[in-house]
């Protein structure tokens, strides 16, 4: 199944993560990919790593900046005549108190998880408006619906997306540019790697999850590119979650939860 043949698309966060295995996934269903980050080591990485490597395409931006999220898009749709599809999945996380949190920090985790994903979706849009339509898929997270502490800034950026992605919805659908969402659970990336090698975080942590695992950034990319292709033509302005049931509740009595082996 090739489902994103003659297809542009443009993926911020490209070079790790659940960023790479999206560009993996359209590239393997016929796109043609500008992956899109700040570590040009993880960049080629993702590139040679796709299973057609010459459909995919690499630029360096430092998306903390609008200019930079302006000019690699830019660049994509002058360079192809045509983009379809744009994935915003760049994102930083800081752990911090709200007594703690410096004015550094609120600004990058803001910049990166949500001013960036404007200014990308911005010149997207714009060049879709005019070209028969598009499709933007925005990167959120669990954190949107639920708090996780000590990271405001991180849960308010990302619920800040998720309403970017119902308003831009909202306004574009007429104009056949739909805007969605996927907000993971916790997925084994990079960014959270760290965090379960703690000792007891693991068992603390899927205690919280229904499935008793975490998810592969493989799943959430099939999410995205469910929310790219036509087989999601008439969803706009939705956030599927795909979190394995963290997000819906907590068992009453402790006693009867299953075991996390």
């Known amino acids: 199944m090739e489902r994103f043949t003659g297809r542009n698309a443009v993926v911020t966060g490209g070079s790790s993560g659940i960023g790479r295995a999206v560009v993996h996934g359209l590239v393997a269903e016929g796109a043609w990919v500008l992956a899109v980050g700040r570590n040009e080591e993880g960049l080629e990485a993702t590139r040679t790593g796709a ?8 630029a360096v931006a430092d998306l903390r900046h609008s200019a930079d999220c302006r000019q690699v898009v830019g660049e994509a749709i002058e ?11 760049a994102g930083v996380s800081f752990e911090g108190s709200v007594l703690d949190i410096t004015e550094e920090e609120w600004r990058e985790t803001f910049a990166v998880n949500l001013d960036a994903g404007f200014w990308t979706s911005q010149v997207a849009a714009r060049h879709m408006a005019e070209n028969d339509g598009g499709c933007i ?22 619920a800040a997306l998720g309403m970017l992605t119902r308003s831009m919805a909202h306004e574009l ?3 056949r540019v739909r805007v969605n969402a996927v907000a993971p659970g916790e997925t ?8 379960l090698a703690l ?35 008439y969803i706009t302005g939705e956030t599927i979650v795909a979190d394995g049931g963290e ?15």
């Not at 360079?79 to 999945?89: D, I, M, P, W, Y």
């Not at 007891?200 to 292709?229: C, I």
């Not at 009867?256 to 082996?261: C, G």
């Open 247 to 261: 997000t819906l509740g907590n068992w009453y009595d402790p006693r009867e939860e299953p075991p996390v082996e």
């Open 199 to 233: 000792p007891g975080f693991n068992e603390a942590y899927l205690r919280k999850v229904p499935m008793r695992r975490y998810s592969q950034p493989e799943e959430q990319a099939k999410v995205v590119l469910f929310l790219a292709s036509d087989d999601a033509a």
């Open 51 to 58: 299973s057609r490597p010459e459909m995919v395409g690499t």
């Open 188 to 195: 084994v990336t990079p960014m959270v790697e760290p965090d």
């Open 173 to 175: 659908g007429h104009l």
């Open 79 to 89: 360079s192809t005549g045509r983009l379809h599809l744009l994935v915003n999945c």
């Open 137 to 158: 898929v925005n990167v959120t997270s669990v954190d949107a619906f639920y708090v996780e502490s000590p990271m405001a800034h991180y849960n308010a950026s990302k």
